[in-house]
């Protein structure tokens, strides 16, 4: 996504683009694909935005797909503690100043309004400490709502990860009020929302693409790239060519020498089951409690569960996990009595980079000590987690130093 975001903007500010692909599909972990074991399409891993994502929704205006992302008209979020078999749907009020949390019918089960003060914390942690830390790491409060939201955000257990790396998305969605964290969901697909229309979007504008085409090495000179080396052929960067790098840490690392890049990554786990409802739009139910599951998302016949922080899952095998994960998820989705449904389980075992302090201090900046070298991806240095907004954010900063770069007499 940090690849197609500055591809997009580099070409809305009407720059020649040539976009190389590593992969045979554009759009990273973002997209989808036709699963055959279910029989339609899924998501590769599910993602989530607030409505207070401003970069996510921009580049969705941008390339024209705004439209097509779902969500409720008001901020609500339903969740469900597998423990105590407790559902509630947290509902905060309109406007900015959350009055909500005075009325007891409104908040999180077991909490008082005094328990969420203490997320202002954040905004005052210390680069060295963890989101456990900060807010406590327990009470109802925190079992019930921060540490899935923060899990789902940061993909690292909060014991380490860092606190101060969460504060910037609560600043710019809890922190604006109730109309900048209402959750959209993809309607149909990643793809059909964030790929298919910047693919659309960059042929319009006579960008060139080309998929499955790995860069093997970059050749310097006088500091500076001055060639991309490919498998089959070595293309030279003129003077006036820019190279943006959008690739994965360790893969940045071998590129581009003496960069320091995180080093450590976390998983994450996506079990798609194909249910015997469907649903006419898109939602998405918090669970608690459960010793796997952490959210789902239900869309049309498809109930996909995420759980973040996955590493200890990783050499499980894949029947095994889908069996545990379905004797949760049963009884909160309606469907008990209901055989297990046929089910795929898609694990990304380097989905982000270790958010954990001192990793963070280990993300590059936007530009590097070589003239026309730029790096993008949601573990550079943007100031947010790796998120699809952190890598849209990653896109947008490296398109603007390229455009500012190319300003300069």
């Known amino acids: 996504m940090a690849g197609l975001a500055c591809a997009v903007y580099l070409a809305r500010a009407g720059k020649q683009v040539s976009l190389l692909e590593s992969a045979n599909v554009a759009g990273g972990r973002c997209r989808s694909y036709f699963d055959k074991t279910l029989g339609c399409r899924i998501d590769n891993g599910n993602h989530i935005l607030l409505s207070g994502n401003k970069a996510a929704i921009d580049y969705l205006s941008v390339i ?68 456990a830390e900060v807010l406590g790491g327990e009470g109802a409060l925190y079992r019930r709502f921060w540490e899935p939201f923060a899990l789902a955000v940061l993909n690292t257990a909060l014991e380490e990860a860092s606190a101060s790396l969460l504060w910037p998305v609560v600043r710019e969605t809890f922190g604006r009020g109730e109309q900048a964290y209402r959750p959209r969901i993809a309607r149909e697909g990643l793809s059909e929302s964030f790929v298919d229309p910047a693919l659309a979007f960059l042929a319009g504008r006579n960008a060139e693409v080309r998929l499955g085409c790995r860069v093997r090495e970059l050749a310097y000179s006088d ?47 996506n079990a798609h089951f194909r249910v015997g409802i469907s649903v006419d739009e898109p939602a998405l139910l918090g669970l608690v409690g459960g010793a796997l599951s952490q959210w789902v998302f239900l869309r049309r016949d498809v109930a996909s569960v995420t759980i973040s922080a996955a590493d200890h899952l990783n050499d499980r095998p894949a029947d095994e996990i889908g069996t545990a994960i379905w004797a949760e998820i049963a009884r909160p989705l309606g469907m008990e009595r209901d055989p297990i449904p046929p089910f795929r389980i898609v694990k990304e075992k380097r989905a982000t980079f270790a958010q954990t302090p001192e990793q963070i201090a280990r993300r590059a900046t936007t530009r590097t000590g070589r003239k026309n070298l730029f790096l993008a991806g949601d573990w550079t240095d943007t100031g947010f987690p790796a998120t699809i907004e952190g890598a849209i954010i990653s896109g947008k900063k490296a398109a603007d130093a390229v455009i500012s770069l190319s300003e300069i007499p």
């Not at 309109?94 to 005075?102: D, L, N, S, Y």
């Not at 500091?223 to 840490?249: F, I, K, N």
């Open 223 to 269: 500091y500076r790239v001055s060639a991309v080396v490919l498998a089959d052929e070595t293309v030279a960067v003129g003077p006036e060519d820019r190279v943006v790098l959008a690739v994965p840490p360790p893969v940045c690392a071998e590129l581009v020498p003496g960069l320091d890049v995180p080093t450590q990554h976390r998983a994450i786990l």
């Open 64 to 131: 024209g797909a705004a439209h097509t992302l779902s969500g409720p008209d008001r901020a609500e979020f339903s969740f469900y503690d597998l423990d105590t078999a407790t559902r509630w749907t947290l509902r905060p009020n309109r406007g900015r100043f959350p009055w909500w949390m005075m009325q007891k019918n409104r908040r999180v089960p077991g909490t008082r309004a005094t328990d969420y003060l203490r997320g202002f914390r954040l905004a005052w942690a210390g680069p060295d400490q963890t989101v």
